[in-house]
């Protein structure tokens, strides 16, 4: 809802502002064919790699906090939202817990997901696979690059 690279651009310059974290990568902007409830504007993607002193639940609280702050609602699963943040990966942590699953569930199964995360972390391992071995095995059907600039999200 309302300007999706600009609200992403938002929730990534909040996360590198706290004393807790830094943004120390942002992959290409992706624009995708919306996913699960089909029937909205189309989607767009990116990935960020974060160095942070946080553990896992506390970064994906940052993470919920911050998405609150952009007046984030939770009406229909998979429905327009004005941001979406997920905490894909953490070092090599497995978590399994009602809140928090690590590395994220099905991550693997999304060419709008890997292709970004491509970008950024293309030799991560990723359930015994890197990223872009994941990414050769994906149905990259529609989905292309906005924007090529990697700063894109330093733009206010």
Request: glycine residues 6%; aromatic residues 6%; charged residues 30%.
């Amino acid at each position: 809802m309302g300007d999706p690279p600009a609200a992403m651009g938002n929730a990534l310059r909040q996360l590198d502002q706290h004393c807790g974290c830094k943004i120390t990568a942002v992959s290409r902007l992706y624009k995708t064919p919306p996913w699960g409830k089909t029937d909205q504007a189309d989607f767009f993607n990116c990935c960020a790699l974060v160095e942070t002193e946080l553990g896992p639940e506390d970064l994906l609280e940052l993470c919920l906090g911050v998405e609150r702050n952009m007046k984030r609602v939770r009406i229909e699963r998979w429905g327009p939202r004005t941001i979406d943040i997920d905490v894909l990966v953490y070092d090599d942590i497995e978590v399994r817990t009602e809140r928090l699953q690590l590395p994220h569930p099905h991550m693997t199964e999304r060419a709008f997901v890997l292709m970004p995360l491509n970008d950024v972390a293309s030799t991560l391992q990723v359930a015994g696979r890197t990223v872009a071995d994941w990414l050769a095995l994906s149905d990259r059907a529609d989905i292309r690059v906005a924007c090529e600039d990697t700063e894109w999200w330093r733009q206010a």
